[in-house]
């Protein structure tokens, strides 16, 4: 059957040819190009916004500011986790890049000139850019005042809070840290940071609204999430969330950058202001103002005993979250009570801090700030077991969690094996064999790293799978594929339930109008959840073809199994699902619904400790592995291995799964060596693909490889869960413990550009470069 | 008078002949998807550097979100849609299929018509050529060892 097999694309065709449907190809009849007037300051009050030189321009439509947004949206702040992102500036600016204002006209070369025609005067205020010191009593305030979402229960108690840019604290409290410390014979602390990076998806972000009638508006945007795009526009413009329909097409490239609300409000605002269709496309440039990955600085202290086992942890996070909270609050919890890592720790303290800084937005990247702890849990990992003279390998064997244990949380764990994963590495890395350090100016190391992610909890999928007259089979769910392959796995699972081939499936693109409710296609959730939705509409269909042919074979339901799209019976009776379609509705005609839908059962975490006994639905364990060779004369560094390694559950489709494993590590291999955000008083100076370098074909390893342990999960279907993220996990530690292996240098900050591994070694060797 | 910001280039497109009115400033993409509603160049990073644009202007593989249509006036322009022939694909996308060389697809045809222009130069290139060749071609999702296997598959049916 197909589920576990490596099943060709369904989309394969569409996209070789060049006619996969994005929706960065969409033209609206007499649609408009709206174009954005972007902040010019930090932080600051605008004094005065002049648009006469624009609308004086031949060809521009309209100029929009927030006061036309207020007429339709007199409440125009939204988001995920805070409302607190206006439509378009009000009042205040708080960061470079933010909109101000938008340029209608039917040309979008003329609308972005005179969007550059708009004169803005600003009172400066004082920017705060540093997490930490955001974070501070003194430093200057972003926001007057917390407004949390009601989408997120756990939230709510920050409602109303003012004078801190601190959006959340969120901690977690196991044992007594102290007394642990008390009681370790080593105590190791250190500091680790991560800058910005960003998603970079090649197919920029973009938006079209159009009116349907008085009471309709439809809103074609290239989302990973749907259905929070129609409840939150509903909700800015006060109307039932049926008036609204959004709907999407294959995505180029997501990565958590196209999630929650980014164009769409905007455009629909634009569209119901000037009763035409809008178009609101960013340039690459522009998407560096848009949504970010947290830059972080994590203070992790651990103390071993002397046999290398760590027994109390304190990690204290400041995640750097940008001008708007986006979805910054979730990953701060989410991810941050994973900051003790895969370890068994009897003594574990976690504080994590949403914080606003002046900088874009910050929000979900491929891994939801798991890689930032990993990157100094993993780091320090092995600063340790050098320091008491123990094999990386053998010093996270002797402290990982296994099953039955507590995770820090407090929800026991089950599903997962650490030990296997780490055996895999260890084989896969050969690490029992001798390895040359090389001499001279070129010396090599090696490292592995392993890192956990819970997959963020609760949340809910449906799906409906419907069977046509002539017997044809077709898939609703608002999954969004952007390129993970889930149009062939949720195809591949119906297939396994119903019998019917894979390729045979049509896959409907998501449209609230059609696909039923989806949370999001983020946090490598969806192999899970709407699996076990699709698996249960699959199964629906199945059970009520059964019945119908039940009653035209004379047997039982029992006796009845679906293959080779039909039923056959254990007497050799045998009807196709046409037969059967035919069967039910007299001729060709009738359609036969099943419906699924999934939420996993959760425990909200207790608020002052962080305890749960059932904080996620699956765990997600991924390692890496990673050979270098640095040259100590210039800092480069050359991965010559790398090897990922994960506990997949089951994997539905084998080539996908490797195809996401070295992805994501090639992805956070640019995240280690290269890519960061540049920033000057706020503003970023390397915004585009000629300054901020993706990895291209001469970056990717010699050697790269993905293997991984199937660990069936009770709950997944078919045994599944999620791998979206899993590469990105470890491969920067991995790296850097190489680094270490091959020099002993400790680089505490990514990326680990040849300048700063550089300085490094200069420092090292007690001759230090003067600063930048 | 006439409108000197507008001009009227005539060229082949896929191997058809066509007629087009375009502003001086149009580039190829531009006028691929206003004019002829093929939308499998596109323009991306908007410098030339990711090659999600890339068609063919007289043999050679071009970055058409810099390439002004003006200059395509009398030239054979060739893009992704004029690649399968009666409707069969190319071994190269054939390969790109069967080697799962692709994720969100929207690099894809550039891929695939510099990796046609690669075979074409060199028909059993190593993995070095590979990597050397569509080194201006990036992968945000980053299927380059699926696209290398594809590479190398393409070359060995074209040479069957």
Excluded at chain 1, 644 to 652: E, H, L, M, P, Y
């Amino acid at each position: 059957m197909s589920v576990g097999q490596s099943v060709r694309r369904l989309e394969g065709h569409a996209k070789v040819t060049g006619s996969a449907e994005y929706i960065h190809h969409l033209r609206l009849p007499g649609m408009l190009h709206g174009k954005i007037h972007r902040s010019t300051v930090a932080h600051g009050r605008i004094a005065r916004i002049d648009s006469r030189a624009a609308l004086e321009c031949p060809g521009v439509h309209a100029v929009v500011t927030i006061d036309d947004v207020l007429g339709l949206a007199p409440n125009p702040y939204y988001g995920p986790a805070f409302h607190d992102q206006p439509i378009l500036a009000h009042r205040k600016v708080r960061y470079v890049g933010e909109p101000v204002a938008v340029v209608l006209g039917p040309d979008p070369h003329i609308a972005e000139e005179a969007a550059d025609l708009i004169q803005v005067e600003y009172d400066p205020i004082d920017p705060v850019f540093d997490e930490v010191a955001a974070a501070r009593p003194d430093a200057p305030i972003i926001h007057d005042v917390l407004k949390p979402a009601g989408m997120f229960t756990d939230l709510k108690h920050l409602g109303g809070r003012s004078g801190t840019n601190v959006a959340l604290d969120a901690r977690v409290r196991r044992g007594d840290v102290e007394r642990g410390f008390a009681e370790s014979d080593y105590l190791f602390e250190h500091t680790f940071k991560t800058g910005k990076v960003i998603h970079a998806t090649f197919e920029p972000m973009v938006s079209l609204a159009e009116l349907h009638g008085a009471d309709g508006l439809t809103i074609h945007t290239a989302s990973q999430s749907p259905s929070f795009v129609r409840a939150e526009v509903s909700r800015l413009l006060g109307w039932a969330e049926n008036r609204v329909r959004v709907r999407t097409a294959h995505l180029g490239g997501g990565f958590g950058a196209k999630l929650y609300i980014k164009l769409e409000a905007l455009v629909a605002i634009c569209a119901l202001l000037v009763g035409r269709p809008v178009r609101i496309a960013l340039s690459m440039d522009e998407q560096f103002y848009t949504i970010t990955k947290h830059g972080a600085t994590v203070r992790i202290k651990t103390g071993v005993t002397k046999n290398g086992r760590m027994i109390a942890r304190e990690v204290e996070t400041y995640w750097n979250g940008g001008a708007y909270a986006d979805i910054g609050p979730r990953v701060t919890q989410k991810s941050g009570f994973t900051a003790a890592g895969p370890y068994d720790i009897e003594h574990v303290s976690l504080d994590n801090y949403a914080v606003y800084t002046n900088e874009p937005p910050a929000g979900a990247l491929r891994g939801f700030g798991i890689s930032q702890l990993v990157w100094a849990y993993e780091r320090q990992a092995d600063i340790i077991a050098a320091a008491l003279g123990i094999d990386p390998i053998e010093f996270r064997r002797r402290n990982v969690l296994r099953k039955g244990r507590p995770h820090a949380t407090g929800t026991i764990v089950s599903d997962m094996e650490i030990d296997a994963v780490l055996d895999l590495l260890e084989q896969r890395m050969d690490w029992r064999r001798p390895f040359d350090r090389g001499s001279g100016t070129i010396r090599r190391g090696r490292g592995v790293a392993i890192g956990l992610k819970a997959c963020i909890s609760p949340t809910t999928s449906v799906a409906m799978v419907l069977l046509y007259g002539d017997g044809s089979c077709a898939l609703q769910c608002a999954t969004v594929d952007m390129g993970q392959a889930s149009d062939t796995a949720m195809a591949q699972i119906v297939s396994k339930v119903l019998g019917i081939p894979t390729d045979s499936i049509r896959v409907a693109r998501p449209d609230t109008d059609v696909t039923p409710y989806d949370m999001a296609t983020l946090g490598s959730r969806s192999t899970f959840h709407m699996g076990n939705a699709v698996k249960a509409a699959a199964e629906d269909i199945r059970a009520q073809v059964l019945r119908i042919a039940a009653t035209c074979l004379g047997n039982d339901v029992a006796e009845l199994e679906c293959v080779d799209a039909g039923v056959v019976s254990t007497r050799g009776a045998r009807m196709t699902l046409r037969e059967i379609m035919l069967a039910r509705f007299a001729m060709q005609a009738g359609t036969i619904v099943g419906v699924g839908s999934y939420t996993p059962s959760y425990k909200k975490p207790d608020l002052a400790t962080g305890q749960s006994s059932e904080v996620t639905p699956f765990w997600m364990l991924g390692g890496a592995g990673a050979e270098i060779a640095v040259d100590t004369e210039t800092g480069r560094i050359d991965v010559t291995r790398l090897v990922n390694v994960a506990d997949v559950g089951r994997a539905i489709n084998p080539a996908s799964v490797d195809l996401q494993l070295t992805g994501a590590a090639i992805m956070q291999l640019g995240f280690t060596l290269f890519e960061e955000m540049v920033f000057s008083d706020g503003q970023v100076v390397n915004a585009s693909l000629a300054d901020y370098k993706v990895p291209g074909f001469l970056d990717v390893p010699a050697d790269i490889s993905a293997a991984y342990v199937e660990v069936p999960h009770s709950q997944g279907p078919f045994g599944a869960k999620g791998v979206g993220e899993t590469g990105v996990f470890s491969p920067s530690p991995a790296i850097a413990n190489a680094l270490y292996d091959a020099i002993g240098i400790v680089v505490r900050d990514l990326p680990l550009t040849p300048e700063r591994v550089l300085r490094a070694i200069r420092e090292a060797e007690g001759r230090p470069f003067e600063d930048e | 008078m006439a409108d000197e910001s507008r001009r009227t280039i005539h060229f082949t497109l896929n191997r058809r002949p066509v007629t087009a009115s375009i502003a001086n400033h149009d580039t190829v993409v531009d006028v691929l998807q206003r004019e002829f509603a093929l939308f499998g160049a596109r323009e991306s990073c908007g410098q030339g550097l990711c090659g999600c644009c890339t068609v063919v202007v007289n043999g050679t593989a071009v970055s058409g979100c810099l390439y002004l249509a003006a200059f395509v006036d009398g030239a054979e322009v060739g893009t992704i849609e004029g690649l399968a022939e009666n409707g069969v694909l190319h071994p190269v996308q054939e390969a790109f299929i069967s080697q799962g060389g692709f994720q969100c697809g929207f690099c894809t045809p550039g891929f695939v018509l510099m990796t046609r222009e690669l075979l074409e130069q060199q028909p059993h290139p190593t993995e070095d050529h590979i990597r050397h060749y569509l080194s201006g071609n990036l992968c945000r999702c980053a299927s380059y060892p699926e696209i290398i296997k594809a590479v190398k598959v393409a070359a060995q049916t074209a040479g069957e």
